[in-house]
């Protein structure tokens, strides 16, 4: 087998931006990283690290003077970070080390964009070996037929509690985690000194202290418009089930009676209006806002006290503000405490219908041994899915890290749950920052899980 190279007619792209299969180059056993869009190419990982993230997607290329493999295997995910990358890459040249007679390609785009090029490869037959997927669409694509059965891997009885009840949640054991990414408040410690408002642990105190604020030109609390106000709300609803042991049995009432999950998400609703109405979001700029991107550029300016993302963006933060002093902390959403919200996620999942399945199911096997795993998940400032635990080295996440243990972990997208919670409390949070009502976005709830009729 015969790869293409770069000397051959230029490939085809999708209408969403993203080379596709056919026209895909493939890294060899010492390859180099190339980035498509706004960098022409990197042959080092300093030209990596300083425009990967203005290109839209990343693709390791092929180094042209080594011999063909005799297996190409092609890796489709969303972490597009510059330090997520530079690892990834490093994890597939361990594999390929091992592996002399396969290459491996990663591509990567953000976020939503991601899903929507990974829907139309795999409903035209065009998937990759590997993908990465989430709570909604690992649902979607398991009842489609697109995920091969992992549940004969052999790194599968390493991996904790909390991560095995997700993985097996379905029956069937469809992905296997990387990480176990948490969200939290990031505090701007300065600021809050400069006034004397301490980190607040619950609901209350986060409320008096952007008080304290409100009367400065900037919402207190920076936001994005996609996980921002969703997981606080999640935190806010659903996390007394989780703190009080009844998280399962209520999940399986959820499923099966869907209006009981709509009223039980309205005190998160109802959190996030109060948020909006007392100005301490700005509705409009946050439905503007996009995640891990301008609500750092906005936190990092050091005007607002508070922003509500994930604990992965710190890595990003001591890019942009090398001299900010911020911590990261549980959500405080209890009257009584906080809550950690985490997921089980980086999720990957192997095409059922790969040509190469076999030496897919390999590479993703080397994929969640210990050490790729703590390579990985430290690269988020996330924690390990496996039973051997691990602090991230990011001293500004150690807060949410202290908090975190399994069985009062808030999990924002659980496996289950039978209906796609993830997109669903985003779009609810949209209307609401559009001026919904609690009462309207119930209705949205109820409906779109008649709808999904899980």
């Given at each position: 087998?015969?790869?293409?190279?770069?000397?051959?007619?230029?490939?085809?792209?999708?209408?969403?931006?993203?080379?596709?299969?056919?026209?895909?180059?493939?890294?060899?056993?010492?390859?180099?990283?190339?980035?498509?869009?706004?960098?022409?190419?990197?042959?080092?990982?300093?030209?990596?690290?300083?425009?990967?993230?203005?290109?839209?997607?990343?693709?390791?290329?092929?180094?042209?003077?080594?011999?063909?493999?005799?297996?190409?295997?092609?890796?489709?995910?969303?972490?597009?970070?510059?330090?997520?990358?530079?690892?990834?890459?490093?994890?597939?040249?361990?594999?390929?080390?091992?592996?002399?007679?396969?290459?491996?390609?990663?591509?990567?785009?953000?976020?939503?964009?991601?899903?929507?090029?990974?829907?139309?490869?795999?409903?035209?037959?065009?998937?990759?070996?590997?993908?990465?997927?989430?709570?909604?669409?690992?649902?979607?694509?398991?009842?489609?037929?697109?995920?091969?059965?992992?549940?004969?891997?052999?790194?599968?009885?390493?991996?904790?509690?909390?991560?095995?009840?997700?993985?097996?949640?379905?029956?069937?054991?469809?992905?296997?985690?990387?990480?176990?990414?948490?969200?939290?408040?990031?505090?701007?410690?300065?600021?809050?000194?400069?006034?004397?408002?301490?980190?607040?642990?619950?609901?209350?105190?986060?409320?008096?202290?952007?008080?304290?604020?409100?009367?400065?030109?900037?919402?207190?609390?920076?936001?994005?418009?996609?996980?921002?106000?969703?997981?606080?709300?999640?935190?806010?609803?659903?996390?007394?089930?989780?703190?009080?042991?009844?998280?399962?049995?209520?999940?399986?009432?959820?499923?099966?009676?869907?209006?009981?999950?709509?009223?039980?998400?309205?005190?998160?609703?109802?959190?996030?209006?109060e948020l909006v109405s007392r100005g301490f979001v700005d509705a409009a700029t946050?439905?503007?806002?996009?995640?891990?991107?301008?609500?750092?550029?906005?936190?990092?300016?050091?005007?607002?006290?508070?922003?509500?993302?994930?604990?992965?963006?710190?890595?990003?933060?001591?890019?942009?503000?090398?001299?900010?002093?911020?911590?990261?902390?549980?959500?405080?959403?209890?009257?009584?405490?906080?809550?950690?919200?985490?997921?089980?996620?980086?999720?990957?999942?192997?095409?059922?219908?790969?040509?190469?399945?076999?030496?897919?199911?390999?590479?993703?096997?080397?994929?969640?041994?210990?050490?790729?795993?703590?390579?990985?998940?430290?690269?988020?400032?996330?924690?390990?899915?496996?039973?051997?635990?691990?602090?991230?080295?990011?001293?500004?996440?150690?807060?949410?890290?202290?908090?975190?243990?399994?069985?009062?972990?808030?999990?924002?997208?659980?496996?289950?749950?039978?209906?796609?919670?993830?997109?669903?409390?985003?779009?609810?949070?949209?209307?609401?920052?559009?001026?919904?009502?609690?009462?309207?976005?119930?209705?949205?709830?109820?409906?779109?899980?008649?709808?999904?009729?899980?």
């Amino acid at each position: 087998m015969t790869p293409r190279s770069e000397r051959e007619a230029p490939p085809s792209t999708h209408a969403d931006g993203v080379r596709s299969r056919t026209g895909r180059p493939y890294l060899s056993r010492r390859s180099f990283l190339a980035l498509v869009g706004t960098c022409a190419a990197a042959a080092a990982s300093p030209s990596l690290l300083s425009c990967a993230d203005k290109s839209k997607n990343i693709i390791v290329m092929e180094s042209p003077d080594k011999q063909a493999a005799d297996t190409m295997l092609t890796f489709f995910g969303f972490k597009y970070e510059p330090l997520n990358v530079t690892v990834i890459e490093d994890i597939l040249h361990g594999f390929m080390d091992e592996h002399p007679g396969v290459n491996v390609s990663y591509e990567s785009l953000k976020s939503r964009p991601y899903f929507e090029a990974l829907d139309k490869r795999l409903a035209t037959g065009n998937g990759d070996d590997v993908f990465m997927v989430d709570h909604d669409a690992n649902l979607a694509y398991s009842q489609a037929g697109y995920l091969a059965d992992l549940s004969l891997l052999p790194t599968i009885g390493t991996f904790k509690g909390i991560a095995r009840d997700q993985m097996f949640a379905g029956g069937s054991l469809t992905y296997v985690p990387t990480s176990i990414s948490a969200f939290g408040l990031y505090c701007n410690l300065d600021l809050l000194a400069e006034r004397g408002v301490a980190v607040p642990q619950t609901y209350p105190e986060l409320l008096a202290a952007c008080a304290a604020f409100a009367d400065a030109d900037v919402a207190p609390i920076v936001c994005n418009n996609d996980i921002s106000l969703k997981t606080f709300a999640i935190a806010r609803a659903l996390g007394p089930l989780y703190r009080s042991g009844t998280a399962a049995d209520a999940i399986e009432g959820f499923n099966e009676r869907p209006e009981e999950l709509a009223r039980a998400l309205a005190p998160g609703f109802e959190a996030v209006k109060e948020l909006v109405s007392r100005g301490f979001v700005d509705a409009a700029t946050a439905l503007e806002t996009k995640k891990t991107s301008d609500d750092l550029e906005q936190f990092a300016a050091g005007k607002a006290p508070f922003m509500l993302t994930g604990a992965w963006a710190s890595v990003r933060m001591h890019e942009l503000a090398p001299s900010l002093a911020y911590e990261v902390h549980p959500y405080p959403a209890f009257d009584d405490g906080h809550a950690l919200v985490v997921n089980v996620d980086t999720r990957v999942s192997v095409n059922s219908n790969s040509p190469q399945r076999d030496v897919a199911m390999e590479f993703v096997t080397y994929l969640t041994s210990q050490d790729a795993i703590e390579r990985f998940a430290n690269s988020q400032c996330s924690f390990s899915p496996l039973d051997k635990a691990f602090m991230p080295d990011d001293q500004a996440v150690r807060p949410v890290a202290a908090c975190f243990e399994e069985d009062e972990a808030v999990i924002g997208s659980d496996d289950r749950l039978l209906y796609p919670i993830w997109d669903l409390t985003r779009q609810c949070v949209v209307s609401l920052l559009e001026g919904a009502s609690v009462q309207e976005v119930e209705d949205m709830v109820r409906a779109a899980m008649e709808g999904a009729g899980a």
